[in-house]
């Protein structure tokens, strides 16, 4: 089965690891980040290595979002992000395929115990079997 893992976050989350503390999350230090960005390769590098790993990116702050739907009328409206009215977004993903939903659960449980500095709120990890065949 091939699964998305997902893991959330949010705009105060990305400035937090920029140096900017707020009232839900500490500021990361170089060393914090850094140790962030080595657990995260060791667990890209040991997916990859089981042959689980298909792809798995990090994504750019919910400042750099655009949002594309339509009105009433059918026309395009283009609305750039982060919105207030949305908290969390997605932080990054990782498009697995495993086994079963307890193999995946297990890489989930690990990507929660990504270093950060005391006080940072714990990620939301999302786990979705992606449809497989041609039906949507």
């Known amino acids: ?4 893992v997902m893991v959330q976050g ?3 989350d990305y400035e937090a690891m920029s140096g900017k503390a ?4 500490p500021s990361w230090s170089e060393q914090e980040l850094q140790a962030m960005f080595a657990f995260m390769g060791n667990l890209n590098n040991d997916l990859s ?3 689980e790993l298909i792809d798995g990116q990090g ?3 919910p400042a750099q979002t655009r949002h594309v739907s339509v009105d009433d009328n059918g026309r395009p409206v283009i609305t750039d992000g982060p919105y207030s009215e949305t ?3 997605l932080a ?3 498009v697995l395929e495993c086994e079963s939903l ?4 297990e890489i989930a449980k690990r990507i929660n115990e990504c270093p950060a500095p005391a006080g940072s709120p714990n990620p939301t990890v999302v786990i979705r079997t992606i449809q497989e065949g041609g039906e949507c």
Request: proline share 0%.
């Open 87 to 89: 908290k969390e977004v």
């Open 22 to 25: 707020s009232e839900h999350s």
């Open 10 to 12: 949010s705009q105060a």
């Open 102 to 105: 307890e193999r995946v659960t």
């Open 92 to 94: 990054g993903y990782w």
């Open 1 to 4: 089965m091939k699964y998305l």
């Open 59 to 61: 994504l750019t702050e």
């Open 49 to 51: 290595e089981s042959g």
